[in-house]
């Protein structure tokens, strides 16, 4: 479908589009002919991207009495245009994805016409762009996550001067920036290179692996990786206090809404850092998303749906919003840990037949629907428990574990004890 297909009945008479640039905008309105009956007009002007013109181009749409402004949230280019207008105007903010199969020949002025023309036809739907302190949040949460993230880079990093050394510390220590493994490094910082010294300084239950410690320390420890441990230490320290600062200011951020923290909490496999980045990405109110499945939805956590001609194509997962989809499957890897919760029941269940990582989004979808339940009802999480399955159908569960000895070479019974009345 090319622009010229577009339906022309129209829900907003008079509706304009705003291409963004980097130093420029192009915005079009669209407005009836009063020449011809069933035609329309455009006219586009061009405006930059200051704050002084954005107000000019508030004029300039106010003096045409616009109804629906749409604009695409191109880069980071919107935001400073979308905050002035968009107190003032029906202003629709749309992802660029969702028009990029109904474009035809593309220029700025074309784009600026083909959204004011989307906008009237009702063709788009709004983003969720959340209130300033929410999105105050969001940024805080992202910079924590990357500072977490860098603190972990570094300190690959410093295992690989490690195995430069000969070195097996990271073989050894789960964690070689540990206290174990800090006294270790800065022994060896200041000098120290008897293995037996350097392994003796391990504490807590890293002291049973001192053996083991005494053999990985072996190695050519020299004033060039002294010199880089040290550097890569004092970076990870760096990150850390940076993160440790964020930490205060989120924590400040959201002193009011502890109560949803706690009821977030309480859902397996999201601890208190992830319940931040929870609200932050959410902003914590459910009427933005009318179901649970349209937070899924939004997050990109449900099946694909692709079917032509009766063919069912690829399913895969939509983008959605990377943020707390990344923190989603981290919750649900920590979730199927647990063997006593109906998440890690529900995993074991279906990866027999599916697959663990498509097991493992089905194990998110059922984190984002648990979300939005705990934030819509403000009620904690309920626990199914590991044996759900077992109570809905017990006849099922008996089959499957008679199939099973079956396919072992066994043969097993199963007798009704007689309830006895209390």
């Known amino acids: 479908m090319s622009r010229q297909d577009i339906n022309d009945e129209a829900i907003h008479l008079r509706s304009a589009g705003v291409d963004l640039g980097k130093r420029f905008l192009l915005a079009c309105v669209r407005t009836p002919s009063a020449k011809r009956a069933g035609a329309w007009g455009l006219e586009t002007e061009r405006f930059g991207t200051t704050r002084a013109e954005v107000r000019r181009l508030l004029a300039w749409l106010s003096e045409r009495q616009v109804e629906v402004v749409v604009m695409e949230a191109t880069a980071d280019y919107w935001r400073g245009v979308y905050y002035v207008l968009q107190p003032h105007l029906n202003l629709m903010l749309v992802n660029p994805a969702h028009l990029m199969g109904i474009r035809g020949g593309k220029s700025d002025p074309s784009d600026a016409a083909f959204l004011a023309r989307a906008g009237a036809s009702g063709l788009v739907m ?150 931040e980045i929870i609200l932050a990405e959410t902003g914590g109110d459910m009427r933005q998303f009318p179901s649970a499945h349209h937070l899924a939805s939004w997050t990109g956590v449900c099946p694909g749906q692709n079917e032509s001609a009766g063919m069912k194509k690829s399913g895969q997962t939509r983008p959605g919003n990377s943020n707390l989809k990344r923190l989603l499957g981290v919750a649900a890897m920590a979730a199927i840990r647990n063997k006593h919760t109906y998440l890690s029941a529900y995993f074991r269940r279906l990866a027999a037949r599916r697959g663990g990582k498509q097991t493992v989004v089905a194990v998110m979808h059922k984190l984002a629907i648990a979300i939005w339940h705990v934030l819509h009802d403000r009620v904690p999480y309920r626990e199914l428990g590991a044996d759900y399955f077992t109570r809905r159908d017990p006849e099922r569960a008996m089959r499957r574990m008679t199939k099973e000895a079956n396919s072992l070479g066994l043969t097993i019974r199963f007798d009704h004890l007689p309830t006895t009345a209390v």
Not at 185 to 214: F, M, T, W
Not at 219 to 241: Q, S
Request: charged share 35%; aromatic share 6%.
């Open 126 to 275: 709004a983003s969720f762009v959340p209130e300033r302190d929410i999105r105050e949040l969001r940024e805080l949460t992202r910079r924590r996550t990357e500072l977490v993230r860098a603190a972990g880079w570094e300190a690959q990093r410093l295992e690989k001067v490690l195995e430069d050394t000969g070195m097996k510390l990271a073989s050894v220590l789960t964690d070689v920036t540990g206290v174990s493994g800090r006294a270790i490094l800065e022994a060896l910082i200041a000098g120290e290179r008897s293995p037996e010294y350097l392994a003796d300084l391990a504490v807590g239950k890293a002291r049973a692996k001192i053996p083991a410690l005494v053999e990985a320390l072996d190695g050519e420890f020299t004033d060039h990786h002294a010199f880089m441990v040290r550097h890569y230490l004092d970076e990870i320290d760096r990150f850390k206090a940076a993160v440790t600062a964020f930490d205060a200011r989120i924590t400040s951020v959201l002193r009011e809404r502890e109560h949803e923290l706690d009821l977030l909490d309480t859902i397996p496999g999201v601890g208190r850092m992830a319940a």
